[in-house]
């Protein structure tokens, strides 16, 4: 079994994980600060641009339940996250044919971090061609022996992240730059692929 963390658009690899089945979404871990929980990466201009989204941050954060993170709307996060979608992503093919399926997220108000991370992660999934269910814990999830725990493994900050030989970087035509940018948020690959982003992006959906 793969034991995921829920992410904020996740990136490539983490969408190739949970495509390839037997994984399941921890939302009963405790929440990791500066983490692709509400992280995700973006190719810009000028680059590749993070874009972090705001919490509530609780009095004893470093014990607290993902499924209980509250977003904090105070500074407009998500609004200038919009801004930085559009600016990034509108001269790309399928801007015009999926940005209506984002913008809601960027206007309506989320209480908890999960119910806006997962609402994203079902469009994605929908588009890319995703069947069946995914799978959640509301409770934390001891691995156990044969389980591969990514909760961690995939992430920005270098002295926890991973490497993973299985994983592959499949080049598609991005909106920037003359060279491919690998593992980029799955929010890339649909702005430049569509529907094919399974098929381009090298995601397993059978």
């Not at 929980?37 to 919490?55: A, F, H, K, M």
């Not at 030989?165 to 948020?185: C, D, K, M, R, W």
Request: aromatic share 12%.
């Amino acid at each position: 079994m793969k034991i995921l963390s829920l992410t904020y658009l996740g990136n490539i690899r983490y969408y190739q994980k949970l495509l390839a089945g037997d994984a399941v979404i921890d939302l009963g871990e405790h929440y990791v600060k500066q983490s692709y929980r509400t992280r995700c990466e973006i190719l810009t201009s000028n680059g590749v641009l993070p874009l972090s989204l705001q919490i509530i941050k609780p009095s004893n954060i470093d014990k607290s339940a993902v499924r209980d993170i509250r977003l904090d709307y105070s500074k407009r996060r998500q609004h200038r996250h919009w801004n930085s979608l559009v600016a990034a992503y509108q001269n790309s093919p399928y801007f015009d044919y999926l940005s209506h399926l984002f913008e809601p997220f960027y206007h309506r108000r989320f209480e908890f971090l999960i119910d806006h991370n997962i609402g994203l992660m079902e469009e994605a999934l929908k588009i890319i061609g995703r069947r069946g269910e995914v799978r959640y814990s509301e409770s934390y999830i001891e691995a156990g022996e044969g389980d591969e725990d990514l909760r961690d493994a995939i992430s920005p900050k270098p002295r926890l992240a991973k490497p993973d030989s299985s994983f592959i970087a499949h080049p598609y035509t991005q909106v920037f730059g003359e060279e491919f940018v690998p593992n980029l948020s799955i929010i890339d690959a649909l702005m430049c692929c569509g529907p094919q982003a399974g098929e381009m992006a090298g995601f397993d959906i059978e």
